[in-house]
């Protein structure tokens, strides 16, 4: 095995598993990896050319040759044999496996693997990297990408336009059909998709307040690309015109393209085959890219045993709401939520107190309430909200300061003297959110699942947080807190 050099790249599922049925033909599977470059820094500007891959075919029709309506069956057979005729290495023991009859793979092991080894790796000729993609779709065009990515800026996408290179790269690839040379990779992506892009409007009407916010958002940029792709001409109308391409083109490069959270750089790169390892709470392997535009591995980030799952994170695993919004999954061994406390301005003051999605926490198996979201609320609610007196002036001011200078003593004490007024505040909410959710619950009896397949998982993202409320609320009634109110 070759260890790394220290990571500076990132990137982020114990299940019991289904083996792929590999049909008789088998995936390749790579002993030891023999790593080319390690060393190699391209510049997006300065890289060479890239090498052709090699296709399944040399046909050089442009017909599209797949079908990616979200009915279509994926075809993962051919993705293996043909990363490893392009560079792809992996080390033995390695297997796509799929617990759902082919709709969702996810990578695991079926021998101990020792951290710090590399697992995989992909050349960076196979790599999509933004950037490099941009110089690409750019020689190709007569200006309408330019157009296209002045617009996207213009109404606000500046921050999506290295998504948005890849995007035009996969649909060009989708258009080259059988010219494409990854094609076989085109044809193993999914097509069906639970997430917000693929719901229907009734859909959005079932989803909670954060959920629902965090799913228009990623729709504001799905519809942001439709509206500035007529400027593109390299792309036929007729593609610009089929939603169902549209979508998984999009679909792909939000689920799978890796991004650059080390700040150095904008770039997001999709690493065909590299693709393929699903979210965990619980991590075992990350991916490392020696360099902008350049190779990709991934490599354990722990001692893996045998029959394990290889996971990355995807995000934060305290915020299942993002990851239901973007990747269409619920996760269920996320160990908290935020606690959707949605009225509270964000001003510099209240960020300082820890109003943050990923810390103002409710805990799914105990119903603890975390300490930010009891600090937000007595500063921002209820010490906010006091009648002013001369006996009441003055504590919003102290608890701040006591919460900057990391004093526990005062900051304690203030809490005793209004533990009431907080703990009734976080139950009021609670009662309300149950109320809302059981609201939405109501809103889909009757509703067909035909015309809304994806209903389902809405509702089971709903009860999953429902129950982690009702722990809340139980433990608020038994430290009888509400009791009063209701008497
Ligand atoms: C980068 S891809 C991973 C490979 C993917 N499972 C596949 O079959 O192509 C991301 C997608 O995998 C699925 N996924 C990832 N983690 C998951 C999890 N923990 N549970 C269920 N689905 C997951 C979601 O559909 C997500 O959009």
Known sequence: FVPLPSPRSRSSFAPSIIPVDDGGGGFVVVHNIIIPHPHHHPSSSSSPPRSPLRASSSSSSSRPAIDVGEFSPRNVRGLESWGTSNGVQMI????????????DYQYVTTVDIPAGTTIMYIPSEMCLSSSIVAIELGNMSNGGLASSVDQLTRIGGQNSIADYHLFLKLLVEYERGEGSPYLPYLDSLPRLYF?????????????PPLVFSLSRLE?????????VLGKVDFISDYTKGDEAVLKWAFNSVYTRAYADKDGQGTDV???PVGDMFNHGTMTEVEVYFDGPGGNAMVYTTRDVPANS???????????????FARYGFLDETSPA??????????????VDMGMDFSRMLFYHETGDISQEVLDVVLYAKVLANLKSSPETDGYKQAFYQAHMQGDEGTKAGIHEQFRYETLSAIKKHVDTFLESLDALEKKSYGKSLEEHPRLPLILKHNQFVKQTFLKVQANLEAAGVGVMEYA
């Open 309 to 323: 799952p290889l996971r990355i994170s995807y995000g934060c695993p305290t915020n299942p709401s993002f990851l």
């Open 92 to 103: 033995e023991g390695l297997q796509l496996y799929t617990e759902d009859d082919g709709s």
């Open 337 to 350: 939520t935020f606690c959707k406390i949605m009225d509270i301005p964000r001003t510099p003051e209240n």
């Open 269 to 271: 790169t999709i690493t």
């Open 219 to 227: 729709r504001v940029k799905y519809d942001n690309f439709r509206q």
């Open 195 to 207: 997430n917000s892009i693929s719901m229907t409007d009734f859909c959005y009407e079932c989803l």
